[in-house]
């Protein structure tokens, strides 16, 4: 089973111009050689032991804590969480990128899930990683890539180590457990009564219902895409007829792999709606929980005709 984010950076390669490629193969060969760089100074260069007065404090159960999704955690200071990479095994696939998570060093926030495999772009397949959780609401904002802005608002990957397991604090609104910092309630009758004459389009905040399947099905291609948004009924099904908040607008969408930006026209995430990757029986889930794409001809407008009434079950996220 493909999910969508192969089909959209397979969708993104298949309209791909010639013009591209030789920026790809520039770019590709030069992250390639600042890695082999990177290997030959961790080879030639011997790290000085540290002091016993540089040794960073540890509660003694570095090995023995494993956490687990609702868990509540501290994120350590770059300081600290930069230390503690300087000892990594270089194969580990969980790096601390500087850039898009130092923003959340020092924070408290609360573990959406454990990580244990997920589907790596470079390798092009699953990848299995250990110790590793992802924080709700801890998503990049593609500032590692410079001028270039991806939407895909992935979540990042954290190591335990760097996170400190502390009580639940004590406020009187708690999010709802999920694994996205955007709201997740369902949207309310008296919601779209107070929006009443107010015509958002499709930007953040609207309030829309996907379309049923059958009707999305009407403007898909042969393998599934729709203007570069792939549709993955296995993961996508089940929000058809259902009403949701729209989240975000997505303009472009990172290509790891070939470090390229594939531009998307009219894709949105919906508030909450994430990729929970389930495989087919006996396959390895996917834990990255991506945050699904919509096309705009799969959404309409949700005004106070689309509310369920009295009585109906509410649908939402």
Known sequence: MKCQLVSTLEAGRRTRGAYAYPVIWTRAFARYARWYM?????????????????????DGHAE???????????????????????????????????????????????????????????????????????????????????????????????????????????????????????RQAGVTEQEVADREGWNPGFRPGAIVRVLDQSRINETLDQHGVHEGVPFVPEHMAGCCGRIFVIADTVAAFFDEKAD?????????????????????????????????????????????ASVSGPGERQEGV
């Open 38 to 58: 990177s290997l030959a100074r961790q080879a030639v260069v011997t790290k000085p032991p540290r002091e016993p007065g540089n040794v960073l404090p540890t």
């Open 64 to 182: 023995k804590r494993h956490l687990e999704a609702g868990d509540w955690v501290r994120v350590k200071s770059r300081t600290e969480i930069e230390a503690l990479q300087q000892d990594a095994d270089i194969a580990d696939v969980v790096t601390f990128i500087p850039a898009p998570m130092s923003r959340y060093c020092g924070r408290t926030l609360r573990v959406a899930k454990v990580l244990d495999h997920y589907y790596d772009e470079i390798r092009e397949g699953l990848c299995q990683a250990e110790n590793a959780v992802l924080l709700e609401g801890a998503t990049c904002d593609s500032s590692q890539l410079g001028n270039r802005r991806c939407g895909r608002a992935c979540l990042h990957f954290w190591k335990e180590s760097w996170l400190e397991r502390v009580p639940r604090p004590e406020s009187d609104r708690v999010p709802e457990p999920g694994i996205t910092g955007v």
């Open 260 to 304: 390229y930006m594939i531009r998307l026209p009219t894709a949105y995430m919906l508030a909450g709606v994430r990729c929970d990757g389930r495989q087919t029986e006996g396959e390895a889930h996917c834990d990255r929980g991506c945050a699904l794409l919509w096309h705009a001809a799969w959404l309409e407008y949700a005004g106070r």
